[in-house]
């Protein structure tokens, strides 16, 4: 059974600001105290970041565009926009997260000082939840955030960043296949002390009928896969 959409959140963010805030650190850094499993998903994470940097700039360059990262998490996609130029907006509900995110943007956004490249846009980064972002952007990004969404939640959620988007929205999420829920549901028996929130997989069918709602329809989509690692990336754009 799932549970009420409020608690689950409050149990998220207490997670994300906490345990949940050092193991993803570790997984999206760079140190060797990594297990296997996360690892693996540090690759698999990687390559979503790396998929959805190659649709933006399939699409033209990114010098000037308006972004929102939502659930920015410690800006593994934030900074690579902002390199790319883009005026990039970044928010999570978790206060750790936005404060990591805006340290290491501070780190590797150092001006360039050659006098010839652009100098990037240092983001804007801001602690909400996705239901309280408003304003308008040319694109809205939203990677590995919607694992957090029972499906009973996620209709509003995605109709909710598609309504703060006027060109694109990019989305990632775990997809309900069989072996992937197979996977979770072994998760689910044999719990690790690392698994403090639950994870909720989504069909790319749903996500495809909640954009269709809202007046949008999925332009490209494609998926990542490592051992442990399985997402599902689309871009939706306005029909
Ligand atoms: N998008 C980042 C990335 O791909 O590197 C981070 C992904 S991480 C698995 C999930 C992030 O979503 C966490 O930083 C968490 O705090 C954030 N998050 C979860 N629920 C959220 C909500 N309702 N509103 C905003 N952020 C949320």
Request: neutral net charge; contains cysteine.
């Amino acid at each position: 059974a799932e549970e009420v959409g409020g608690s689950d959140k409050e149990v998220v963010k207490d997670y994300f600001n906490n345990d949940g805030f050092q193991r993803w650190k570790k997984i999206y850094g760079e140190t060797d105290d990594v297990n296997k499993v996360q690892r693996d998903i540090r690759l698999g994470h990687a390559k979503t970041v790396e998929n959805t940097l190659q649709m933006l700039k399939d699409e033209g360059s990114l010098q000037g565009v308006t972004i929102c990262d939502a659930g920015c998490g410690t800006g593994s996609l934030s900074i690579p926009l902002a390199k790319e130029g883009a005026i990039v907006c970044s928010t999570d509900i978790s206060a750790s997260m936005v404060a990591e995110a805006e340290k290491q943007a501070k780190e590797q956004l150092a001006s360039s000082k050659d006098g010839v490249s652009a100098e990037p846009v240092m983001p804007k980064f801001e602690v909400k939840d996705l239901e309280s972002l408003d304003g308008k952007y040319n694109t809205v990004i939203c990677l590995d955030v919607l694992i957090h969404y029972p499906q009973s939640k996620a209709d509003a959620m995605i109709g909710h960043l598609a309504s703060l988007a006027t060109n694109r929205l990019i989305l990632s999420f775990a997809p309900k296949t069989f072996y992937y829920s197979l996977l979770k549901r072994v998760g689910e028996l044999f719990p690790g002390p690392s698994k403090a929130t639950r994870a909720y997989l989504h069909s790319e069918a749903d996500v495809e009928r909640a954009l269709r709602k809202v007046g949008w329809k999925i332009r490209k989509r494609g998926s990542i896969t490592t051992q442990f690692y399985f997402a599902r990336l689309v871009e939706a754009v306005p029909l």
